[in-house]
């Protein structure tokens, strides 16, 4: 049973989080020339910064800026200056756990900990039937992972319940993109950013999840007077520069992009020749907007009139624009149609697949790009295919060398897993690369789920919190630890380099699901040497497909720098900028208006919660903060979540710096400091999310799916606050 | 390179001269006791003392040199003079003879600091009275086999030369030559191979001194092992290379690196400063309120930077940005571009 | 032949700057002083503005600070470097840091010691940029020619400052509207002036 075994306080004495301040060897080594100079990337955020990494006796001992790599010149955010600090480190899991009731992780070996896993895996399926046993697994693994564990799932435990901690990132943008191109991929590489005229961030804090994107914005302003305009609630760095703010009330943006086409459509400012030449179901769009007039956004989204009138005339009349979004409008329960009324702006002005026009979604994890396009989504399988269409089953069973009949379905999203589980329905569970405990909302839910499973494995390089509750826990591999390729948030193709091999016992991760799938009996579909091997089926796999990486070769991504997909064939110079002469991934060729109508979030703001609260990163920690609050400089700077409160606010329920608050939604409550500052909406709070425990606030938001995307409605819920008398004064 | 002469050094560098000579006439019995192969480290010794005095005297007619000694000896001389000189005794006894700054710095540095501090310093504090004829042994009336220690002149302790106190007295060199040796092999390593040192060492006055130092510890060594195992052999060959080592050393002396061990002694000052900003009157930023240094200490920066030249005061004479605390001035830059740009941050875009 | 050095400057863009303190984390892995930052990051004024900036020596013609060292420990190299203090001779005792006009020095009373940005010296010797205009994500730190910056910036360079009387030349520019004037230092106005981030909505 997926229990604690001993107290939370053992645990962590135990496995941490321990910050670690000081790299192998010590600060003041007398001798710190590193024997090897890895180039490879940074593992923290979806932009993939190229980094060398310092080796010497199988630890890695520093960094150095890779200058030469286009998309970051050598600029790294804090995370990336401090991302060596992850290896040689005291939490580190050295050697196969087992769970003992009352005694805490034993030490088991490799034999003990791999029957143990394959028997319970073969013991509820043959209880409960196949899909009774599910997997979660993670985009900060690589393509070549991402592609094993796809199959592994499908072919080795033949379940459909395989999805991934991307559903809590891209999945909205993904649907979004797919309905309106029929791809799913950002529309350009980065340099187009430089060529712009007007940029628009929509809910993206640029500033503090994608830095080095900063640069670019910056540039495009600086060379070509390039005006900014952010949407979001919070002024956050890149917001404070910009040349116009819209501050809108968490869950309102669909609104308030309906609103700026109509004032676009009413100003003329639209390209109704290549409406006409390239899109379809304009028409209806343009009804639906008309309805959203300038004085009601402004009573909703709480943007001034003023403001928003100036936002549709810079976008309607620039010769060239970009949109950049990102999570801010994606985490909700209309994250499709946020992401769907954006692009309607974009096609409606005609401003893509051309020089400096573009849009893009940008990818917040690792490899969040790539390990979405090969297959361990539950709905998709290799190349951005479709695990119900027929003709796409048929090519990959194929490849894999399987009988289309037993290649299982369309499964259940991370949210809906873990709904199952909490239900009794799925029984079983192996993990890699996910933290939901810190990562799904409503966290009270999500351990009782934990707490209910049969059998739980995990596969982990520290002990997550999500860990903690495994039967086996298996030591896996870091990002330095094996080799492989990633795609950024552009659609690069780039190669992550080994640096060092795994410590002690721990086994590179798919070595450790090779030999699972060869214990279930399934080792002729796994005949896979080395990484480039995988890659190989890989690009076979994604053949024909949307995601099209068939002429991507190790050789070549090293030689060039990274290839961007689609690239169907070795001679192709792969497509940096989709969309080129209006032709888009449908089979007509024509993009899609879709219409959107806005409707409010899940959770009701009224007079018992009437207090929006808004979630999100800060820039010291990624994702669940797993490695993140390990590193010391990071953790030292961000240490705790807080709780970001205007002085107006604060002032209506006495609240000062520094005071104790109590957050309550309708699923839980819990008590933050409050940091009172000028630079959030008066009726909104907000906190970072990357811890668990008491202090976690994914304990307040809520399950809430959206219809499409599935994604959970992080960005948008409503609390009420109370200041805590703090007691024994 | 030629540099102003300074006449007060050389008034003083020839005083120092004189008060070493007078000694050493006087401590050696009107050089009964000198021992006359010793004369060139005597030439030597001369000449650093005043080339030290010299410099030491040029170095204090630096403004800011001066302010801090005429500031630190107020600091001791007032009504608290006990409890501060405490605290200067302290000082130098953490200071200078366990060098605890060093520690902090790099328990590598310290180490290596240490052995060669002490073993420098041990081994003048024999070799100096040596040479001046200040110490000299001889065997007690009627007695050829035991030694007597002769201190100016004065017949002190008497000693079996075979015994624990003898063997002290013969091998302290070689002990001293031993943390000299191992204390310049912990310098050396790091000058070879810490990236950070070796751009920014150079020959004259990073490599040079060990190289000196090196060579003083490993000549005087050689000397013993060729009275001991070689039977004196090739004795007058290596004391004649050990002299002149040491005669390099002594020339370096005021000139090179070894300089530091006169100037550290303004650490007192430092110590001073530090008390006084504890329980002296703060300097108060009228920006961040912050109390960020004594107004003792920054009147006499102040004075200091006057004195030099220096026009930070407006013409009002009011405030100056050392009024300012050191994180005030930091966001007088950025609110300065602030202003500058309007508060516009893409100001051709306007 | 001019030294790398003398071909590229420093240039600093606080309005750019995120706060991501990349450059404070860089500047701790540098060989020179390992595990020590000397470059300071801060808010300007947190509860008011997300508003940042990076503070690096500005490595004055004439410095202040080696000026009033009476240990005579801070040395100025010949291509326009200000060092960090040398460590046999700093007793650390604050003169430097109360006499900067920019706030730089760091002092470490225990260590007895200053330390201050050197402009990464070691690197900057083999023709490497400094650690923190090399990881600046936003380039609000900036190292390369003064022409390569003016061509890539709206805003121009300028390294004359004016507090009081006294002009300051630097190495470090930084990076100001066109106007050729110097850059003045207005303290008094400066004690007066509180800067906010605007407040763009409606409740």
Redo the contacts between chains.
């Keep these: 049973m997926a229990k604690l075994p001993i107290s939370e306080e053992l645990i962590i004495e135990q496995f941490g989080p321990h910050s670690k301040h ?1 790299p192998p060897g010590g ?7 590193p024997d090897r100079r890895v180039k490879t990337h940074c593992c923290f955020c979806g932009q993939q910064c190229g980094i060398i990494l310092k080796v010497k006796d199988n630890a890695i001992i ?2 150095d ?1 890779w ?1 030469a790599f286009p998309f970051n010149k ?5 995370k ?3 991302r060596y600090m992850q290896g040689s480190h005291p939490d580190r899991l050295l050697h196969p756990l087992e769970n003992r009731r009352g005694k805490g992780y034993e030490p088991v070996s490799w034999e003990a900990a791999y029957s143990r896993v394959t028997s319970e895996i073969e013991r509820i399926q043959s209880q409960y039937g196949k899909d009774s046993f599910a997997m979660l697994s993670g985009v900060s693994l690589s393509n070549e992972k991402s592609y094993l564990v796809g199959k592994f799932a499908r072919v080795a435990l033949q379940t459909a319940n395989l999805d991934y901690n991307g559903r809590l990132c891209m999945v909205s943008a993904g649907a979004g993109n797919k309905k309106a191109f029929g791809i799913d991929r950002a529309a350009n590489s980065w340099a187009d950013i430089l060529e712009t005229d007007v940029i628009l961030c929509a809910g993206t804090n640029v ?2 999840c994608a ?2 994107t ?2 670019y914005i ?2 495009a ?3 070509r ?4 305009i952010v949407v979001d609630p919070r ?4 917001a ?4 116009l ?3 809108v009330r968490p869950g309102t943006d669909s609104f308030l992009f309906n609103t700026l086409l109509n004032l676009m459509i009413q100003a003329g400012d639209i390209d109704q020749a290549f409406i006409d030449a390239h899109t379809v179901g304009f028409e209806e769009v343009k009804k639906t907007v008309a309805g959203y007039t300038v004085d009601e956004c ?1 009573k909703v989204t ?3 009139a003023q ?1 928003i009138k100036t936002a549709a005339l810079w976008w309607g009349k620039a010769k060239r624009s970009f949109l950049l979004h990102a999570r801010g409008i994606e985490h909700h329960t209309k994250g499709v149609d946020n992401v769907l009324s954006c692009i309607n702006m974009v096609l409606a002005t005609g401003r893509i697949g051309k020089v400096g026009c573009g849009y893009a979604t940008i990818t917040g994890q690792g490899n969040g790009q790539g390990g979405r396009e090969h297959g361990h989504k539950c709905d998709q399988l290799p190349g951005n295919r479709d695990i119900t269409n027929p003709e796409h089953r048929q090519y990959i069973s194929k490849v894999w060398g399987i009988d289309e009949k037993d290649l299982p379905g369309k499964g259940l999203s991370a949210q809906e897993i873990m709904n199952e589980i909490h239900a009794g329905k799925i029984r079983g569970l192996l993990s890699i690369c996910f933290n939901p405990l810190v990562s799904l909302p409503d966290s009270g839910f999500t351990r009782e789920a934990l707490e209910k499973l049969e059998f739980y494995a995990n596969i982990d390089f520290f002990m997550s919190e999500t860990a903690r509750y495994a039967d086996v826990i298996l030591p896996g591999s870091l990002h330095e630890e094996d080799e492989g390729t990633s795609t950024s948030a552009e659609g690069r193709v780039i190669r992550l380099q080994k640096s060092v091999n795994p410590p002690a016992e721990a086994k590179v991760d798919w070595e450790i699901l090779l030999e699972i799938a060869r214990r279930l009996g399934k080792e002729k579909y796994f005949d896979f040497k080395d990484s480039e091997s995988m890659f190989e089926e890989l690009r076979v796999a994604s053949k024909g497909g949307t995601a099209d990486y068939y002429g991507i070769t190790y050789d070549r991504i090293e030689k060039e720098m990274g290839v961007f997909w689609p690239c169907p064939e070795i001679g192709h110079p792969g497509t940096p900028r989709l969309f080129e002469g209006g032709k888009f991934y449908y089979p007509d060729g024509k993009a899609r208006f879709n219409v959107v109508t806005y409707k409010p979030s899940a959770d009701a703001i009224n007079e018992e919660y009437p207090i929006y609260l808004t979630t999100g990163r800060v ?2 920690h990624y994702l669940s903060g797993t490695q993140t609050r390990r590193i010391g ?1 990071l953790n030292d ?1 961000c240490p705790k979540p807080y709780l970001e409160i205007h ?1 107006l606010l604060a002032e209506k329920y006495g609240i000062a ?1 520094g005071d104790l608050v109590k957050i309550t939604s309708r699923r839980d409550s819990v008590q933050l400091k409050a940091r ?4 959030i ?3 909104t709070v907000f906190v970072p999310y990357h811890w668990a425990g008491k202090q976690s606030i994914n304990r307040l938001t809520q399950r809430a799916l959206d219809p499409v995307s599935k994604i959970p409605e992080f960005k948008m819920s409503a609390v009420r606050i109370e200041k805590v008398v703090e007691k024994n004064l | 390179m030629l540099m102003r002469l300074y006449p007060a050094g050389i008034l003083r560098g020839l005083l120092g001269v004189a008060i070493l000579s007078a000694l050493v006439v006087l401590g050696s019995r009107k050089l009964i006791y000198f021992d006359a192969a010793l004369v060139p480290y005597l030439i030597a010794t001369v000449f650093a003392v005043f080339g030290s005095v010299y410099r030491y005297s040029v170095w204090l007619s630096r403004p800011p040199t001066r302010v801090l000694w005429q500031r630190s000896l107020a600091l001791v001389f007032n009504k608290n003079f006990f409890a501060n000189t405490a605290l200067v005794f302290k000082a130098v006894f953490e200071n200078m003879v366990l060098q605890k700054f060093i520690g902090r710095r790099s328990a590598y540095r310290w180490v290596m600091h240490f052995l060669l501090a002490w073993g420098c310093v041990m081994g003048f504090a024999i070799t100096f009275p040596l040479v001046f004829g200040w110490l000299h042994f001889a065997h007690p009336t009627g007695d050829a086999y035991m030694y007597q220690l002769h201190v100016f002149g004065f017949a002190t302790m008497i000693f079996d030369p075979y015994g624990f106190i003898g063997y002290l007295f013969f091998n302290s060199l070689n002990f001293c030559s031993v943390m000299i040796i191992v204390g310049c092999s912990m310098a050396f390593a790091r000058r070879l191979i810490h990236p950070g040192e070796m751009t920014t060492q150079t020959f004259a006055n990073d490599i040079l001194p060990l190289l000196i130092l090196m060579a003083v510890a490993l000549s005087g060594l050689c000397l013993t092992f060729s009275t001991h195992y070689l039977g004196g052999q090739h004795y007058r060959i290596l004391s004649t290379v050990h002299c002149w080592t040491v005669v390099s050393f002594l020339v370096y002396l005021p000139f090179g690196k070894f300089f530091h061990i006169f100037q550290r002694a303004s650490q007192m000052g430092a110590q001073l400063y530090i008390k006084e900003k504890q329980e002296g009157s703060l300097a108060i930023c009228p920006k961040t309120g912050e109390g960020f240094t004594s107004q003792v200490q920054k009147g006499d920066v102040k004075t200091i930077l006057r004195e030099l030249g220096f026009q930070f005061e407006p013409d009002d004479q009011k405030i100056s940005v050392q009024d300012l605390s050191p994180a005030a001035r930091r966001q007088l830059l950025m609110t300065t571009q602030h202003q500058r740009l309007k508060g516009k941050f893409d100001i051709s875009g306007q | 032949m001019s030294t790398w050095l003398e071909e590229n400057d420093l240039f600093i863009d606080p309005q750019r700057c995120i706060g991501c303190r990349a450059c404070e984390a860089a500047c701790a892995e540098c060989g020179t002083h390992r595990g020590v930052a000397m470059i300071h990051l801060e808010p300007l004024n947190r509860p008011d503005s997300v508003k940042t900036g990076p503070t690096l020596c500005m490595h004055c013609d004439d410095p202040a600070c080696a000026a009033v060292c009476p240990a005579d420990a801070i040395k100025r190299t010949d291509d326009g470097v200000v060092q960090s203090s040398l460590k046999p001779r700093c007793i650390g005792c604050s003169n430097c840091q109360i006499a900067c006009p920019f706030g730089v020095p760091k002092i470490y009373p225990e260590r007895a010691q200053m330390n201050k940005c050197d402009m990464c010296y070691d690197r900057t010797a083999i023709g490497l940029k400094p650690m923190c205009a090399t990881v600046c994500p936003s380039e609000a730190i900036f190292f390369g020619p003064k022409s390569v910056i003016e061509s890539q910036r709206k805003n121009k360079a300028n390294n004359h400052f004016i507090f009081g009387r006294q002009t300051i030349r630097t190495k470090v520019h930084l990076m100001v509207d066109t106007e050729q004037k110097p850059v003045e230092m207005d303290i008094v106005n400066f004690i007066s002036t509180t800067i906010e981030d605007s407040q763009p909505w409606v409740i």
């Design positions: 000081v600060w003041d080594q007398t001798d710190s020339q520093g960094f800026p200058e050598g600029k790294l955010c804090p990336g200056v401090k500033s503090e830095p080095i900063t640069d910056w540039k302003r600086d060379t007077g390039a005006k900014l002024i956050t760095p890149i404070r520069t910009a040349d703010i819209l501050p402004e709480g943007v001034p403001s820039i010291y400089f700077q002085p710096e009172v500052v000028k630079t909406r008066p009726d």
